[in-house]
């Protein structure tokens, strides 16, 4: 199997875990607060990670240089972001529709990437990317999409995860995979802390009568060792085989994901446009992994050239 294929089903494995977190996470922050439950989180996925490291790759943590702390620490502040703007727009706003909004990364890495790294998208990322957005559109509600609070905080969380890719692309070819990964949730964890004590009742991240609620403590098991410790590892260590559009592409199937879990777990109901629009994200992925308009193109210009 190619590497790219295996990469490509990584992220898409990734991005089921991080849709099917949507609603954990909401139930689990009617009883810690975001940030708070994010610096726990992390924490936990930090130390977890660390701890492997020790047993298995001891020599590895040798290798840590400042380089690799900067490093991380950069890909962290943007993880910080997203995440920090996402749980707090789901205290306003259904996972659904949270998911869908992430799901706007999709069309802002090529963007971002054409603007700052001058790299042109394929034929088949810009027209998989457009095809998302219409489905992202048709998703939140068409000609009647109406945004609250929640909505604006999710929309700058796709702008920070769309951010977070392009910068794991330029680092993760380059440094080791563990100590990119362990270094980032660490900043994660340090920025929920300092940002929980300035917002929040920060005091519950250690009250066992909050933490001890099936609902927290099973999300923070799931979310911090799945969607967290395992995902990014798998994110910063297959992403140095495709491209930053490529993996905003397969991460568009994040929305549609969360929507299905959404539906089989909250009871939330999706209207047919929207699930038109998770079709079309889902379309657009497939486009976009399809060498087919590539080769289209090549054999049009061939017979061009032959005609003449």
């Not at 700052?116 to 394929?122: D, S």
């Not at 991240?205 to 609902?215: I, Q």
């Not at 999300?219 to 911090?224: D, E, F, G, K, P």
């Not at 699930?275 to 210009?301: D, H, Q, T, Y």
Request: aromatic share 14%; charged share 10%.
């Amino acid at each position: 199997m190619k590497q790219q294929t295996v990469a490509d089903l990584s992220l898409l494995a990734v991005a089921f875990v991080w849709g099917a977190t949507f609603v954990v996470v909401q139930n689990a922050i009617s009883f810690l607060e975001p940030l708070s439950f994010n610096a726990v989180r992390f924490s936990l996925a930090g130390l977890s990670l660390f701890a492997w490291t020790a047993i298995v790759s001891r020599p590895l943590l040798g290798q840590l240089s400042w380089r690799i702390v900067g490093a991380g620490a950069w890909m962290g502040l943007w993880l910080f972001s997203g995440y920090a703007f996402q749980t707090v727009g789901l205290l306003y706003t259904t996972s659904s529709k949270a998911g869908f909004i992430t799901g706007l990364s999709v069309v802002l890495v090529p963007l971002f990437s054409f603007l700052m790294l001058k790299q042109k998208p394929t034929a088949n990322a810009a027209v998989g990317a457009v095809l998302a957005a219409f489905g992202l559109y048709w998703l939140t509600g068409g000609a009647e999409l109406s945004f609250n609070r929640g909505d604006v905080f999710v929309f700058f969380c796709a702008i920070s995860f769309a951010m977070h890719i392009l910068i794991t692309g330029q680092y993760s070819s380059r440094y080791s995979t563990l100590l990119l990964t362990m270094v980032q949730i660490f900043t994660v964890a340090v920025l929920c802390f300092i940002f929980a004590f300035w917002f929040e009742e920060a005091t519950n991240m250690w009250n066992t009568a909050v933490l001890r609620r099936p609902e927290v403590w099973g999300a923070l098991a799931v979310t911090s060792l799945l969607a967290t410790t395992a995902a990014f590892l798998i994110q910063t260590a297959v992403q140095k085989h495709t491209t930053p559009a490529h993996v905003a592409l397969i991460f568009a199937m994040e929305p549609v994901f969360a929507a299905l879990t959404a539906y089989l777990w909250a009871g939330e109901r999706l209207s047919p446009s929207a699930w038109l629009g998770g079709f079309a994200i889902l379309a657009g992925m497939v486009l976009a992994e399809l060498p087919s308009v590539r080769l289209w193109g090549k054999r049009w210009r061939a017979k061009r050239n032959i005609s003449s």
